[in-house]
């Protein structure tokens, strides 16, 4: 049954905005996260991408300030990327438009955001370099910040911003049990390692979980295609068509998608490339031509996999596996959306299976393979009984030698060997990788899950 924002407890004046954006009900995210925010509770939502999380957590914030006020910033929004950054800013401005808001990213000008930060800002939001080189400078004054948000935490921390983050939040005022007055603060991510627990004990007090479980969110369909290298492109193209509308093909190297893109582009497809080389303004203006429909496809590295929210994505399709499992998540998370439908493909070739063996011993899920026929013909997702795959090779991995003489060089680079997990990964808004991996233990608190009554969180962390 439907639950509506005004149900949960939400003033007439937001729920009126969230109308004029067609928003009427709530996702089960946000109908299990309100309410503990608006009662001013700490709380960890662990959701998948798509989910609807960056509402459950806007919706409160709005809520909380009521408005504007020119007492300085009182809300801060941390995120790993800059195009998530922006993506939220857009969602708070048609939640609240009257709030005033400071977006904080590398690689654009200070000018404007030291403007903005002048300006009687209510909500800083940014990536963790910008925001602590301001905050030092004494220009981000976080002194009377409410509600903290750490948005994808998982991959700020993994990515080396845990020194970052934890500097940011000594600006802020410190949590008081008891005190409703005093900072509050959400932990959101599409996944929770285990480790990002330390997080969470130190800074969260008592914080009610949300877990929404992948299999809650059945409107997406992901399967494996079998499709040798020499092959790729012209059957991607041949999707493409087939589907005929907005879709995202994600490559692993920056410069193999700007070369595909240049390909499809050839083969009649209105194609852009999203890849770290290009400036923040080209990065921008693509994302900009994508989502107003002047481009059909987007080839994108993983600086699009996190935080890229385009409602009329039906389609993505990973030419490359990526270096981990939750890449593979936040790739396909691009698709099937708040409620919408979707459909995600990853090629394989057989010189692919070690890699995705390794992946699925990581936690990637086990894919079916689909029908190339049916996929073809009618753009149908035909899963085929769960094939054999090839045994493991002993020694070098197919495709290893390839480029090195005796053979062609394998188009778009898939050959190398894999060797696991790269170092780095999309733009962080300013400053070098520069951490690892803190261990951590399991918080206290709540567990809600979507439909349920609170469970005890126990050893839920960091499982999907």
């Known amino acids: ?79 790993p990327t800059r195009e998530l950054a ?22 654009t000008g200070y ?25 030092e400078r004494g220009a981000a004054r976080l002194g009377n910040v409410e509600f903290l948000v750490l948005d994808e935490a998982d991959e ?110 050839r083969l009649g497809h209105k194609t852009l490339a999203l890849q770290g080389n290009l400036s923040q303004n080209a990065r921008d203006r693509a994302i900009a031509d994508f989502r107003s429909r002047r481009a059909d496809v987007l080839v994108a590295t993983n600086v699009a996999a996190r935080g890229l929210d385009v409602a009329h994505v039906g389609l993505v399709v990973n030419i490359e596996l990526p270096e981990t499992p939750q890449w593979l998540t936040h790739r396909i998370g691009r698709t099937a959306r708040n409620g919408a439908e979707g459909t995600a493909l990853t090629f394989l070739g057989d010189d692919d299976m070690e890699k995705w063996r390794k992946l699925q011993r990581l936690g990637a899920p086990a894919l079916r393979w689909v029908d190339r026929d049916a996929l073809l013909n009618d753009m149908a997702l035909v899963f085929l009984e769960t094939p054999v795959l090839p045994a493991p090779q002993r020694g ?25 997990r790269r170092r780095g990964g999309p733009s962080r808004g300013g400053g070098p990788s520069r951490g690892g991996r803190p261990a951590g233990n399991a918080p206290g608190g709540a567990t809600r899950r979507p439909g349920g009554a609170p469970q005890p969180s126990g050893n839920r962390a960091g499982t999907r």
């Not at 149900?7 to 009900?25: F, K, Q, Y």
């Open 1 to 79: 049954m439907a639950t509506t924002f005004t149900e949960l407890g939400v003033r007439p004046r937001t729920v009126e905005a969230l109308h004029r954006t067609s928003i009427n009900d709530a996702l089960p995210v946000q109908r299990d996260a309100i309410p503990p925010l608006l009662q001013r509770r700490d709380v960890v939502i662990e959701a998948p991408t798509g989910s609807g999380k960056t509402l459950a957590y806007l919706v409160p914030l709005v809520e909380r300030l009521g408005g504007h006020s020119r007492s300085g910033p009182r809300a801060l929004i941390v995120t």
């Open 86 to 107: 922006a993506q939220i800013a857009g969602v708070l401005r048609t939640v609240d438009p009257l709030l005033r808001i400071a977006l904080l990213v590398g690689g």
């Open 111 to 135: 000018g404007p955001q030291l403007s903005a930060l002048r300006n009687s800002t209510d909500v800083i939001i940014g990536c963790p370099g910008r925001i602590l080189d301001l905050a």
């Open 156 to 265: 700020m921390l993994d990515q080396g911003f845990a020194r970052d983050v934890e500097r940011i939040i000594a600006q802020t005022p410190v949590r008081t049990p008891g005190d409703a007055a005093s900072r509050q603060t959400v932990l959101a991510s599409a996944t929770m390692p285990q480790w990002v627990q330390t997080m969470i004990t130190k800074h969260l007090i008592d914080p009610v979980r949300i877990v929404v479980e992948q299999e809650q969110v059945p409107l997406l369909q992901h399967g494996l295609v079998r499709v040798g290298r020499d092959e790729r492109v012209s059957m991607l193209s041949a999707l493409l068509h087939r589907h005929g509308d907005s879709a995202i093909v994600f490559h692993r190297t920056k410069h193999g998608a700007a070369r595909l893109a240049r390909d499809l582009q």
């Open 396 to 420: 070098r991995p197919a495709g290893a030698n390839a480029g090195r003489g005796g053979g062609a060089r394998p188009a778009y680079g898939g050959g190398a060997p894999f060797r696991g």
